[in-house]
């Protein structure tokens, strides 16, 4: 008859198991974190792509509808863009915050950007979990061969509170504000920081830095 070996595990034969248990368990908690993370990212873009899209379309729209002759940006704590028109109409651009009371009782701070149209109407969109970034960047192209001008206004939009994958740091573009315009230049008559009239010209603008 074989006899059983009732010797057990050695003391060095459980310490390898522990450690490789350690490691397994610190990479799926690793993993589950990321997912989470993720997960959470993905449904804050979510959230405020119906925003976003209001937001280009409107913008786009009666950016589009106008003539536009000159921009300029009057803050650098905030977003304060004015669209001056051919027809002498004008629309703005801003950015603002409102502190507001959660229902356990704590702060909270709002960001909110709001669109007075060239025809006077006024919009106002509150973005869900989310912080606007005051420093935007501008792209201007003017190819004087074409006579046809070109810009990309971008808005960063990042969640709040910090998170890892959409930061000032490591932008998530998807929740990002994309604006673009083009017109001929001969329309221009406002040269400014944002806007050139007389050369061909590429600019790339940070509003904060440059």
């Excluded at 969109?125 to 192209?141: E, N, R, S, V």
Aim: aromatic share 10%; charged share 20%.
């Amino acid at each position: 008859m074989q006899k059983l070996n009732n010797k057990g595990l050695s003391l060095i034969e459980i310490l390898v198991s522990i450690t490789l248990i350690s490691i397994i368990l610190v990479f799926l908690v690793q993993l589950l974190n990321g997912l989470e993370g993720e997960t959470t990212n993905n449904n804050f873009a979510y959230d405020n792509q119906i925003n976003r899209a209001e937001i280009i379309k409107t913008i786009e729209e009666d950016l589009k509808s106008n003539n536009l002759i000159g921009v300029s940006n009057n803050s650098n704590d905030n977003i304060n863009l004015y669209f001056d028109f051919l027809n002498n109409f004008s629309s703005t651009l801003t950015s603002t915050t409102k502190e507001t009371i959660n229902n356990f009782g704590e702060k909270e701070i709002n960001y909110i950007l709001k669109y007075t149209a060239s025809n006077g109407e006024k919009y106002s969109w509150t973005m869900k979990g989310a912080q606007i970034d005051p420093c935007f960047d501008f792209a201007f192209h003017n190819d004087l061969d074409t006579n046809n001008y070109y810009f990309k206004l971008n808005i960063y939009v990042y969640n709040k509170p910090y998170h890892k994958r959409n930061n000032k740091d490591i932008n998530n573009v998807i929740d990002d504000i994309e604006i673009t315009y083009s017109d001929n230049n001969n329309l221009l008559s406002k040269d400014s920081k944002y806007l050139t009239i007389d050369s061909n010209s590429d600019k790339n603008i940070n509003s904060c830095t440059n």
